[in-house]
């Protein structure tokens, strides 16, 4: 078992580190250049990785700038203020508002054809509601 993990280990630490270093931003590398460094980590697996980790790559934490970066919905506290409100982004009522006012209206022209219906109906002699329309 000991034999393995001595192979497994250097193996998978190579690999790693030839990933890392060929998905790197050349910005981001240090010393020499970003092929010089693949060739290494492949060449010395070992110590090619093993260096590429510790001095190979800038390892300090980039942060985003406020307004160019994306923001996660549920970070974004505009966002979370405009589910509250019931507003979207661009000011307007959110999609439920919009829905409900928009049912607001089917319901009430559909009040307003069935109460035409009632009068050319009863107009005619009174039928009962449930009777259908006379021709």
Same mark, same amino acid.
């Given at each position: 078992?000991?034999?393995? $993990?001595?192979? &497994?280990? =250097? %193996?998978?630490? #190579? +690999?790693?580190?030839? *990933?890392?270093?060929?998905?790197?931003?050349?910005?981001e590398?240090?010393?020499?250049?970003?092929?010089?460094?693949?060739? $290494?980590?492949? &060449?010395? =697996? %070992?110590?090619? #990785? +093993?260096?590429?980790? *510790?001095?190979?790559?800038?390892?300090?934490?980039?942060?985003?700038?406020?307004?160019?970066?994306?923001?996660?919905?549920?970070?974004?506290?505009?966002?979370?203020?405009?589910?509250?409100?019931?507003?979207?982004?661009?000011?307007?009522?959110?999609?439920a508002?919009?829905?409900?006012?928009?049912?607001?209206?089917?319901?009430?022209?559909?009040?307003?054809?069935?109460?035409?219906?009632?009068?050319?109906?009863?107009?005619?002699?009174?039928?009962?509601?449930?009777?259908?329309?006379?021709?």
């Amino acid at each position: 078992m000991f034999r393995v $993990l001595l192979i &497994l280990v =250097p %193996l998978a630490l #190579s +690999i790693y580190a030839f *990933i890392d270093c060929i998905t790197t931003d050349e910005q981001e590398v240090r010393y020499i250049p970003k092929p010089l460094w693949a060739i $290494l980590v492949l &060449l010395f =697996p %070992l110590v090619g #990785s +093993i260096a590429w980790l *510790i001095v190979g790559r800038d390892r300090t934490v980039r942060r985003p700038a406020a307004r160019g970066g994306w923001v996660a919905p549920d970070d974004n506290p505009e966002f979370l203020d405009s589910l509250k409100d019931g507003t979207g982004d661009d000011g307007e009522a959110g999609s439920a508002g919009k829905d409900d006012k928009e049912l607001r209206e089917w319901e009430e022209e559909l009040r307003l054809r069935e109460e035409e219906l009632k009068r050319r109906e009863g107009g005619n002699g009174g039928g009962s509601e449930d009777s259908p329309p006379k021709s």
